[in-house]
């Protein structure tokens, strides 16, 4: 499948400081590809780099197979075909919904664009409305009919959903998938949030200090983290040393193979607190020292051998503070060598 976006060593420096630092990515036509690190990473930048909105100091930029940015290369905003969703929607408070989502369009097809977008993002009847007048969700999808009406190929998000409410935050990113997937559209989305990345994206770019340090789907970055860093920011981890004998590898909650050990000795092995198993048992070697109850899962604190673990259980399985208990791998499972 041929390339929507493609960056080649991409570099932007703001005086001393290296917000992107040679970022190179290939993101697939027709692919919803998160952009994920924490604040101040570079996410922001990045995408900016292909917008147009900042020139790399080093490195190409590439957008639908065009040069657009480096190596003497320059195509403004304007002619990359580009759609943007901001942080704060940037809707104009003056103009109504469909004049904000008509606005730039040519006057010859802006009734009939504007009035298939907004049955797209389901705000038929609220063309007249003012932005105002709308709730925060109503406004998001105001801004994506606008970034889509001068029918881009690619659209970039930029941590649309930073100034909602959190319990609609599920809800109106289940909304954008089902605008977006149908339409065909490459999509970038920015943003810190894991579950947000995870949920939506067929694969993400975790950043760190301006450079690109793991790429893959959801489960590679879970299961198979880079590096302790990502494994730490990806989701909650258990983080065991460990002593590699022959073809396994030995720690407190049991052998396993030792493949993707580096030939040091020592080791640290990942195991994601839903694999680990408890079992009450009066003679275990851990006990429960905290327990927070979710409603539909458990996480325990156990403290084995002066190590405190983490377990995801399900809530059907209650096991009382303070227990004795036993600790296994999920089978199946084999624990990561960071």
């Known amino acids: 499948m041929s390339s929507m976006i493609r960056l080649a060593g991409a570099t932007k420096r703001f005086g001393d400081v290296v917000a992107v630092d040679g970022a190179s990515l290939d993101v697939a036509r027709g692919e919803v590809l998160a952009l994920l690190g924490p604040s101040g990473c570079g996410k922001t930048t990045l995408l900016r780099l292909v917008a147009g909105f900042e020139r790399p100091d080093e490195g190409t930029v590439e957008v639908a197979g065009h040069a657009v940015a480096g190596a003497g290369d320059w195509v403004p905003p304007e002619r990359r075909r580009v759609g943007m969703v901001f942080q704060d929607y940037a809707l104009f408070p003056h103009l109504t919904v469909a004049e904000n989502v008509g606005f730039g369009l040519p006057r010859?097809?802006?009734?009939?664009?504007?009035?298939?977008?907004?049955?797209?993002?389901?705000?038929?009847?609220?063309?007249?409305?003012?932005?105002?007048?709308?709730?925060?969700?109503q406004q998001q999808r105001v801004a994506l009919a606008r970034a889509l009406a001068p029918s881009p190929e690619l659209v970039l998000l930029d941590e649309p959903w930073s100034n909602v409410d959190p319990y609609l935050r599920e809800s109106l990113r289940a909304e954008v998938t089902e605008i977006i997937r149908p339409l065909g559209v490459t999509a970038v989305l920015v943003t810190h949030d894991r579950e947000e990345a995870f949920s939506l994206a067929d694969r993400i770019a975790l950043m760190r200090d301006g450079a690109i340090v793991q790429e893959g789907t959801a489960e590679e970055l879970y299961f198979a983290p880079a590096s302790r860093w990502a494994a730490e920011f990806v989701g909650a981890a258990n983080l065991l040393p460990g002593h590699v004998e022959g073809s396994l590898v030995m720690t407190a909650v049991g052998s396993f193979p030792a493949a993707g050990a580096n030939g040091s000795p020592e080791v640290e092995v990942l195991v994601r607190p839903e694999l680990l198993e408890l079992a009450p048992d009066p003679t275990g070697a851990a006990e429960v020292v905290g327990r927070e109850f979710r409603g539909h899962d458990v996480f325990y604190r156990v403290l084995l051998d002066g190590t405190e673990l983490v377990s995801q259980r399900p809530s059907n399985e209650l096991v009382p503070l303070g227990a004795r208990v036993s600790i296994r791998v999920h089978d199946g499972k084999t624990p990561v060598l960071c």
């Open 108 to 137: 010859r097809r802006r009734a009939a664009r504007v009035a298939a977008l907004l049955a797209v993002v389901g705000l038929s009847e609220q063309g007249r409305r003012y932005p105002h007048q709308l709730s925060g969700g």
